[in-house]
């Protein structure tokens, strides 16, 4: 069949016939080669020879009767080969007709008479070849250089290339002070919008070229159809490219004519020919279409739909076919070469859908980067076998990504990013120089080696390559990038002398030092970097690879050089080898959030901040979310020691107090230590199998440390909470006594009553009779020895008073008379209110006057409410009553604070609070000039101090309520009753014992649920809610419930005390996930089960038949460390009713009167009225354990009010500065502009790096450039790289709340309607949120 094809198909056969092949099947093959177009040509080496030979007749009479040409080569050179071969083909073509020529395409019809199976004819490869042709017949229906603009609107100049330009710009800020950041990147949004809608409305219209080829992308035919499309836009370039690019190089060489000759000054035909060479390079642009100008049209359509809505659209696929298409190794165009701008949206999709595709897969990156025409496509091409376009000219335009799966032990894939060629001839000096600098920072920061091309040897072209590349690596170099490179020197000249070629590379190693110098002072880091080596890690006898020339020869005959696919094979076995001896390699995921920030790099010309606060906060965010479960695991154990310790303390005997202390904080030491032990494991585990470990080396031993300090922290609490438990317990001891002397004397009037009643009484009757006693017993019992443990009223009205004049000593002519007609003896509550007397508590109004006219300063209205300075007296009451109310809501928020920790008065807790309040009423009134006279101060200052007398006298009544013999007594009535009956009877002794002994143990399974709970409860939420796990979700929790509720007061208090809003928040979701009872029930009766479980457990370890005292004191002991019991008041109670030993009948009986009691703790919890009716009460409430564990650091920006993002409380202390990723608008920060007096909406992130200026009660009323606010607060970072646009959800806000904000501040009315923050919608706020804080 072969045969047969070839005969029909060749004009001309040629046959080589040697001596030993001639017999008679070469006869009967030359027989059946003749062809309709002429005979073969035989050529023999000794064509005399072979006619001496016997056999050799039959083929000289096939030769003469046929007419066949001879070649006999005998005594030939090759050149008089070639030169009779080129005279044989020469006269066939002379004869030839029309009819002789053939297409390929006829070739097909051919294969199949003779038999041969052709896969064109195959129904997949026939459709798609149908589907591609329906878009080449629609493409050739519009002129070549009208087909983009008319087919493929989306990506021209008109929409596409507009909306690049814009989007460029609005990574700067306007070059004019005259227009705000604010202002100006609405104007951009405003003009990209209305690009994004012109789009939108074009994908709803779609071309039919473009309906044709999404047809073909969603058919089953789909790479058929590609590849065919592919062949015929191809064909189609072919057709039509080559006379544009003719006319391109005869308009490019007159004009290099004419200034050769001088004439250039002629600007009227050099100017006219210019244009002509622009216009024609255009018209080659516009004409040239490719399949990936088809992807780049379908990226737009998918950008234009998914920027006008998020509901679920037809263009959801592309990204899922983009991936396909990948997948069967066709590229995929990162950077648009027409437009030089990356589809953001469009790439970051498919490289989503990439990573669900591959789901864990790790890839090695690999670039390239070099001059225009170099080679670089080629060297791919050879490397992995790629299909890169590769001819002369601009051949690759932009970035291309394509996948190439391989077996390698620390990768699945390799991902090479093609890119086009710098110092394109077209491009000005200027825009050649941003366009080269951003291609090669762009290619070489994605990639994990990058290869730098460099053809030939023109210094020109060598230091031009070698300057820009050195430029990206040192970028790459300051954002902590792991790469390598390796530079491949193409056609050098000594590629066969060793000697020179190590000349050569020494003289390559010094040009390298050489760009790295001037690199880096353009860098602005020359004394970090002096040579390469301080850049990268760069072996130059191994990363320097000299290519010889591709072809052997002149092209296009011309064989591929050998020693070209020698070289390019040991430069892929050297990346394959860099690939498995890599650390850690890009997975898909990392890959994607890499192309992402690292062009929001490229963009804003800011190659450090930007991409790496981006790139590492993931990274980070990871990990805090680890190290909060690490902490929350150490804090949980520490909570559980607690539990353990205050038991083990409290039921220890007074004379071992102490040596159980010391025991408690060695098991804390020991615990804290194993635990760490195992944290530390794990925290090693996660830095070795997580995805980003590169980027996470650097904070290991930071994180490390700072467990290390947690742990030590822990401990140091240990040993405070030991003394303050045995501190307790003597105190407890104190009381213990006296209860116990009450005890036995109550235990003897029983005694005495049993023996005085004669009369045999029933029931109610020994009850009535019982209870007229109980009443009498309680009259006459005395509680002065446990008052005076307690500070007394007249202590604490007393001290509080003694601080408030140590305090106000400079006041003291106006507090004195004051204070001798003040009465402190308060009621229960008192309100903090003053009322305003303008007459007596302002200075003149006049003081308030502004001095400066610059509209670039802002100024801090006041640290606690807004004051307009240019109010009259008339109104300023009514302003100093709301900063007033102000001064007390913060006064409230700092004494709750120091309720959880509260145990009995003492000086400190006074001075401490009282110092704050006046410290804060001083410092408003100096920086505002001293607007307020004493009288006020006074009177503030003595408003407060009554209200801590009545908080704390509420706060001592309700420790002695709680602590009180008499209480604890009437709390047990029933069991001194059952006593009473028991001994009046005679019933059985063990059945009462039983059931006292039980009632003794509900009150400490009820204490020790009411220790445990709250702690289970938290640990529940942590576990079944990302939202209590780390600081940035919980805010972004109660950011969405504040936007919802709609309440500014609400806001309002989440403005001024982030901590205190976290507090209150966190309460609010206790309450709405446990008030209704049912959860709460089951992890209560869990609880209370498990305690019970303990004390049976205990009863079954105890023998039985020992003396009641002695199994008491074994009972107690096994119990210690999960219950609070007082042995004393159990064995009294016990030993009273008259039981001598434990019987079995006595242990039975516990244990059925153990399951009653159980049942009635739990029948508590449904009571509305009991203490689980509202946990969050309790002294150790959920909430309270998770904002102990969620706020980390409080501190607040001192301009926007936002709060520093890190989880770490102590920071500062380790050296690492406040940080805020996204900060929002100063006027939230209680800030105005100080001329129009309207809200400063500016970022804090614009502020630092304009000419700007401030003042606040730091600066002590001075004005201070926001340039230098480290001068002020040195512990905060305000990076001016960070987005100069507030977040939507703070533009909703203030857009929501403008006139509320503005009466809050006292400021004039502001107008914003030209910022177009109306537009936001409470839905586009919330969805905002997670991309502020990176929480998806």
Not at 151 to 177: C, F, I
Not at 445 to 472: F, M, R, S
Not at 749 to 770: G, H, P, V, Y
Request: net charge neutral.
């Amino acid at each position: 069949m072969q045969v047969e094809f070839l005969k029909y198909i060749s004009c001309m056969v040629f046959v080589m016939i040697l001596d030993e092949t001639l017999n008679h099947s070469v006869l009967n093959f030359l027989q059946q080669l003749s062809t309709p177009r002429g005979e073969p040509v035989l050529v023999f080496p000794d064509y005399a020879h072979v006619c001496s030979l016997q056999n050799s007749s039959g083929l000289v009479n096939v030769i003469s009767e046929k007419n066949i040409t001879v070649l006999d080569i005998k005594g030939k050179n090759e050149d008089a080969i070639k030169s009779e071969i080129h005279t044989i083909i020469s006269l066939k073509l002379d004869a030839a007709s029309t009819s002789d020529f053939h297409s390929l395409s006829q070739f097909t019809k051919l294969a199949n008479d003779v038999g041969i199976r052709v896969d064109e004819d195959d129904k997949e490869c026939t459709e798609g070849y149908s589907l591609a042709n329906n878009v080449i017949e629609i493409l050739n229906s519009v002129t070549p250089t009208d087909a983009k603009a008319a087919m493929l609107p989306l990506q021209g100049p008109d929409l596409w290339h507009k909306w690049v330009s814009y989007d460029k710009a609005s990574y700067h800020r306007p070059n004019t002070e005259n227009v705000t950041v604010a202002h100006f990147n609405q104007t951009i949004e405003q003009n990209k919008e209305q690009i994004r809608q012109a789009q939108y409305n074009s994908v709803m219209h779609s071309t039919p070229m473009m309906k044709c080829f999404i047809k073909g992308l969603k058919s089953s035919v789909r790479i058929y159809f590609l590849q065919w499309l592919k062949l015929l836009l191809d064909m189609q370039s072919r057709k039509t490219l080559p006379g544009m690019r003719m006319e391109y190089d005869r308009i490019r060489a007159e004009l290099q004519k004419l200034r050769r000759n001088g004439e250039s000054g002629m600007s009227t035909v050099e100017n006219f020919l210019i244009n002509a060479l622009k216009k024609q390079n255009q018209e080659i642009i516009d004409g040239s279409v490719g399949l990936e100008h088809f992807f780049r049209e379908l990226g737009q359509m998918y950008e234009a739909v998914k920027h006008h809505t998020n509901q679920k659209h037809a263009v959801d696929c592309y990204p899922i076919i983009m991936v396909d298409i990948l997948n069967h190794g066709y590229p995929v165009e990162l950077m648009d070469g027409d437009a030089s701008h990356v589809p953001i949206t469009w790439v970051s999709a498919v490289l989503d859908q990439l990573k669900r595709c591959h789901d864990g897969k790790k890839a090695f990156v690999v670039s390239v980067v070099g001059v225009q025409s170099t080679g670089k496509s080629t060297l791919l091409n050879t490397l992995f076998g790629l299909q890169l376009n590769v001819s002369a000219g601009r051949c690759t335009k932009g970035a291309f990504l394509q996948l190439i799966p391989v077996s390698n032990k620390n990768c699945d894939f390799v991902i090479i990013v093609d890119t086009e060629g710098l110092r394109a001839p077209e491009l000005s000096c200027t825009e050649a120089s941003l366009h080269d600098n951003q291609l090669a920072t762009y290619a070489i920061g994605l990639a994990d080696v990058a290869i730098i091309n460099i053809y030939g040897e023109a210094p020109g072209d060598l230091t031009d390559i070698l300057q820009t590349a050195v430029h990206a690596f040192i970028r790459m170099k300051n954002i902590d990038l792991n790469l390598s490179c390796h530079f491949v020197h193409q056609n050098v000249t000594a590629i066969l002398a060793d000697t020179k070629l190590r000349f050569g590379e020494k003289t390559f190693q010094d040009k390298l030092n050489e760009a790295t110098k001037y690199a880096a002072i353009a860098e602005q880091c020359e004394n970090k970097f002096s040579s390469f080596q301080d850049v990268i890690n760069f072996d130059e006898t191994k990363d320097i690879t000299c290519f010889p020339g591709l072809w052997k020869g002149d092209p296009p005959m011309a064989p591929v050089n050998s020693g070209y696919t020698d070289k390019a094979l040991g430069l892929k076995l050297s990346l394959l080898e860099l690939a498995d001896n890599r650390k850690s390699v890009v997975c898909f995921n990392n890959f994607q959030l890499l192309v992402e920030t690292l062009w929001t790099a490229v963009c804003r010309e800011n190659y450090i901040f930007s991409f790496k606060n981006t790139l590492e906060v993931t990274a980070y965010n990871e990990l805090d979310a680890e190290f909060s479960q690490w902490s929350w695991e150490l804090h949980r154990k520490m909570l559980e020691w607690q539990f353990e310790a205050g038991n083990s303390i409290s039921n220890c005997p007074s004379d071992q107090v102490s040596i159980m202390a010391e025991d408690c904080f060695k098991r804390a030491d020991t615990m804290l230590q194993e635990t760490y032990t195992n944290l530390v494991q794990q925290m090693a585990i996660f830095f070795e199998s997580s995805d980003r470990s590169e980027t996470l080396a650097q904070w290991k031993s930071r994180y490390t440390i700072r467990l290390q300090h947690l742990k030590e922290d822990s401990k140091i609490e240990a040993k405070k909470q030991c003394t303050l438990l045995e501190l307790n317990r003597e105190r407890h001891l104190k009381l213990e006594s006296i209860k116990k002397h009450h005890r036995q004397q109550l235990l003897k009037q029983i005694t005495d009553l049993i023996s005085k009643e004669k009369a045999i009484l029933t029931q109610n009757d020994l009850e009535r009779k019982f209870d007229e006693k109980w009443q009498l017993w309680m009259a006459e019992f005395h509680t002065e020895e446990y008052q005076r443990m307690y500070a007394s009223n007249a202590k604490i009205e007393i001290e509080i008073c003694n601080v408030l004049q140590e305090l106000l000593v400079k006041y003291e002519s106006v507090l004195l008379p004051k204070l001798q007609c003040f009465n402190f003896s308060l009621k229960d509550k008192y309100e903090l209110v003053m009322e305003i007397d303008p007459i007596r508590h302002f200075s003149d109004p006049d003081k308030f006057q502004t001095v400066s006219n610059d509209s670039g300063v802002v100024y801090r209205v006041t640290a606690f409410f807004g004051f307009n300075k240019d109010k009259k007296s008339e109104n300023m009451a009514k302003h100093v009553k709301k900063i007033s109310d102000e001064l007390f809501a913060t006064a409230k928020i700092e004494f709750h604070k120091i309720k959880r920790n509260f145990r009995n008065f003492d000086r400190s807790y006074a001075y401490d609070l009282q110092k704050k309040f006046i410290g804060a009423i001083c410092t408003y009134n100096e920086v505002n000039s001293n607007m307020l006279t004493s009288e006020y101060i006074v009177d503030m200052a003595i408003t407060h101090a009554r209200y801590l007398t009545a908080k704390f006298i509420k706060l001592m009544e309700e420790g002695r309520t709680k602590n009180d013999p008499l209480v604890s007594f009437k709390g047990l009535r029933s069991t001194y009753l059952n006593t009473f009956l028991a001994q009046y009877k005679d019933t059985s002794c063990d059945e009462v014992a039983a059931r006292s002994l039980c009632q003794l143990l509900a009150v400490a399974i009820e204490a020790a649920l009411c220790e445990i709970l709250p702690v289970r409860i938290t640990d529940h939420m942590k576990a079944s809610c990302a939202s209590f796990n780390q600081k940035k979700l919980f805010k972004v929790k109660i950011l969405q419930d504040l936007a919802k509720r709609r309440s500014f007061e609400l806001f309002k208090i989440y403005l001024l005390d982030i901590k205190g809003s976290f507090e209150w928040w966190a309460k609010q979701y206790v309450r709405e996930l446990w008030m209704d009872g049912r959860q709460l029930k089951i992890f209560a009766k869990s609880i209370v089960h498990e305690v019970v479980v303990e004390i049976y457990e205990a009863l079954k370890t105890i023998t039985i038949d020992k003396p009641i005292k002695k199994w008491l004191e074994m009972f107690h002991s096994c119990l210690s460390k999960s219950l609070k019991i007082d042995l004393g008041e159990m064995q009294d109670m016990i030993v009273a009713t008259g039981v001598r030993s434990s019987s079995t009948f006595f242990l039975d009986t516990i244990t059925e009167q153990l399951r009653l009691e159980e049942d009635k703790i739990i029948k508590l919890l449904d009571k509305p009225t009991s203490k689980y009716s509202d946990i969050t009460t309790w002294s150790k409430s959920p909430h309270l354990l998770l904002c102990d564990h969620l706020v980390g650091c409080s501190e607040q920006c001192p301009f926007c009010g936002e709060q520093c993002e890190l989880t770490d409380s102590n920071h500062v202390l380790s050296g690492k500065d406040h940080f805020i990723h996204i900060h929002r608008p100063q006027c939230l920060g209680r800030y105005i502009r100080h001329v129009s007096k309207e809200l400063a909406l500016d970022l804090c992130t614009c502020s630092v790096e304009s000419n700007h200026r401030f003042r606040n009660h730091d600066t002590n009323k001075t004005w201070v450039p926001y340039k230098n606010y480290k001068t002020l607060y040195k512990t905060w970072y305000i990076s001016n790289h960070n987005p100069h646009e507030a977040p939507k959800y703070w533009q909703w806000f203030v857009y929501q709340y403008l006139d509320k904000i503005t009466n809050w501040l006292g400021a004039a009315p502001t107008l914003i309607d030209h910022l177009n923050w109306g537009a936001v919608s409470e839905e586009m706020a919330l969805a905002s949120l997670s991309k502020i804080y990176k929480t998806t």
